[in-house]
């Protein structure tokens, strides 16, 4: 009904940068946010950053200043950008989307599979 794709995780050094992608696709009637959260092996799931379809970010503390989110909302698209990637980045990075389906009234949140990010020291 409903599907997120993410792409572009990889292995990486320390200080090095990757550029993540999703793209949502289906029965969608609006979108109302998109973002990424991340699950380190061991831990909860994170928040990293979101985007409203306002324009609107908000970031995790650890990653402000590094990461930048963007997106095209009517498109169905959001990107982050990771810079200057410290091994504490590695996990897996799961995008999301709190939207509305075609013939709904209300919002739902759907995710992607995950891509996996990892940073060498």
């Known amino acids: 009904q409903v599907q997120l794709v993410e792409s572009g995780g990889d292995l990486v050094q320390a200080g090095g940068s990757l550029r993540l992608s999703c793209v949502a696709s289906g029965r969608i009637f609006s979108i109302n946010a998109m973002g990424w959260y991340r699950q380190a092996p061991g831990k909860q799931r994170e928040l990293v950053a979101t985007?409203?379809?306002?324009?609107?970010?908000n970031y995790a503390d650890s990653v402000k200043g590094r990461f930048t989110i963007s997106g095209d909302i009517a498109a169905n698209t959001v990107s982050l950008q990771m810079n200057s990637l410290k091994p504490e980045d590695t996990a897996v990075y799961y995008c999301n989307a709190e939207l509305r389906v075609d013939g709904g009234v209300l919002l739902f949140p759907y995710w992607g599979r995950g891509t996996q990010v990892t940073v060498s020291s």
């Open positions: 985007i409203t379809s306002g324009g609107t970010t």
